[in-house]
């Protein structure tokens, strides 16, 4: 027994019944918020551009594609759908593991479900340990750091797991044996990849996507009696050497956490209620709190300084972006953005903002400062010190952004979040029933009711969610 056949055996022994309910509530959680920031995306480039890709490669038209009016192939929808999901920085993030596994896991056990005619009970049940086995995999030997060794070495930690994740979660629904997901894993780590070099790009969201759409790849050949390595994790010549060549993981420290306790619960998840890099949300809140609480105006801000702490420094690539991309991870241009418009929404993340001489000159206001100490509980806090043109010297601090397990979204957040992502893509009484089947998931006979209401109709003109 190696930890590829012990990662099959926990896959396959565990059932739904054997999820914590605290599992099954964050599933629910992380599906509505993948669906609606999917559909969001639908209708902007990046999602116009590979849904067309997609159209274009035909297929079997069995699985939905977010709120379009074609189907797909399953490992093409799911393609599609994980692109989109992750398109607008504006997804979920499990703690000290560098990964947001729903964006590949999510639009894996939709195009299987809707494919298999799947119960939703079946889908919870492959989703959560698809997503156990993605952040684990994603951060194996230093499940007790702060950060995953993936983030060292420049990979993008979120497709390296979420592949392996996926392989697992489609191997699940359908029905491989304990060899078959063996091989499905040994298919998936030969294509595990991503790089940060691609943050800021079209690319990084499309890293979940491939995710997805190899996983799929990967189970469905398993079944067909391809072959692969059945211990490539493990394999002085597999996944772990590769990934993980400094620093040797063994079984013993690995194979004992699977499920013990669930990555969601602890270290957590966090969900974002902004649409860009996670490493900004502390700081935005700082200084929204202080426009809120002072009602300050562009014209009241003389500096802006923040101060973030040493994991942070390393989200904040782009000082000037030239693209609404590269706005998702400024500072300064999420820092003029919160002043000028006391909010951020997907709308304000454009090519022509990012170049807005109104908020260039306030983004030439901000200055960060590697000013806070990262701890294992409080990652990523900082202070926001606003001084005026009338002199005051303003201060708020943030340990935890709202959304973070210890500032936690409710289901209200979401489902409001759902609602705006959704708007002007699905018709609003589709948007309603969406939300109660999400809601209670383990419930629905066939996930095929849910993956009809994403999906859009010919003729409808699609607008995207507005201010």
């Known amino acids: 027994m190696g930890i590829t056949s012990e990662v099959a055996g926990f896959v396959l022994r565990t059932t739904y019944d054997d999820l914590p309910p605290q599992v099954v509530h964050l599933s629910k959680a992380m599906m509505l918020n993948s669906a609606g920031i999917g559909l969001a995306a639908s209708v902007l480039k990046e999602g116009t551009i590979i849904t067309q890709y997609v159209q274009d490669a035909g297929g079997t038209p069995e699985c939905t594609v977010l709120g379009k009016a074609f189907k797909s192939s399953a490992a093409h929808a799911a393609l599609a759908n994980g692109t989109m999901m992750h398109a607008l920085d504006y997804d979920e993030a499990v703690l000290r593991r560098g990964c947001h596994p729903s964006n590949s896991l999510f639009p894996t056990v939709l195009a299987l479900g809707e494919r298999l005619g799947s119960s939703g009970k079946e889908v919870l049940g492959a989703f959560a340990v698809g997503c156990e086995v993605a952040t684990k995999v994603a951060a194996a030997g230093s499940l007790d750091e702060p950060e995953s060794k993936l983030r060292e070495s420049a990979w993008h930690g979120g497709p390296v797991g979420g592949v392996m994740g996926a392989a697992v979660a489609a191997g699940k629904l359908l029905g491989l044996s304990q060899e078959q997901m063996e091989v499905a894993l040994g298919i998936a780590t030969s294509t595990a990849s991503g790089v940060r070099a691609n943050y800021g790009t079209a690319t990084k969201p499309l890293d979940q996507g ?246 859009g109709h010919p003729g409808l003109g699609h607008t995207g969610p507005s201010d």
Not at 298 to 323: C, K, M, N, W, Y
């Open 210 to 455: 491939r995710a997805a759409m190899n996983g799929i790849m990967a189970a469905l050949l398993a079944q067909r009696g391809f072959t692969a390595a059945r211990d490539a994790i493990e394999h002085p010549n597999g996944f772990l050497a590769c990934f993980f060549r400094d620093a040797p993981v063994k079984e013993e420290e690995f194979i004992p956490f699977l499920g013990k306790p669930y990555d969601v619960i602890s270290p957590g998840v966090a969900f974002k209620l902004y649409p860009c890099g996670s490493g900004l949300h502390p700081s935005i809140d700082a200084v929204l709190h202080l426009v809120h609480q002072h009602d300050l105006s562009p014209e009241d801000v003389e500096e802006v300084q923040v101060g973030i702490a040493p994991r942070s420094q390393g989200l904040l690539s782009f000082a000037r972006p030239r693209t609404g991309l590269e706005g998702k991870f400024s500072m300064n241009f999420c820092v003029a953005l919160a002043i000028l418009y006391r909010r951020l929404l997907i709308s304000h993340f454009t090519d022509e903002l990012v170049r807005d001489p109104h908020l260039v000159a306030l983004g030439e206001k901000v200055t960060v400062s590697v000013s806070e100490r990262s701890t294992v509980q409080v990652s990523r806090p900082s202070t926001a010190t606003i001084i005026t043109k009338d002199g005051r010297r303003l201060v708020h601090r943030v340990e935890h952004a709202r959304g973070h397990p210890e500032n936690p979204a409710k289901w209200v957040d979401l489902v409001e979040k759902y609602r705006y992502c959704s708007q002007g893509v699905i018709a609003n009484q589709k948007v309603e029933m969406s939300i109660q089947l999400f809601g209670t998931l383990e419930r629905l006979p066939d996930v095929r009711q849910l993956a009809a209401l994403l999906a």
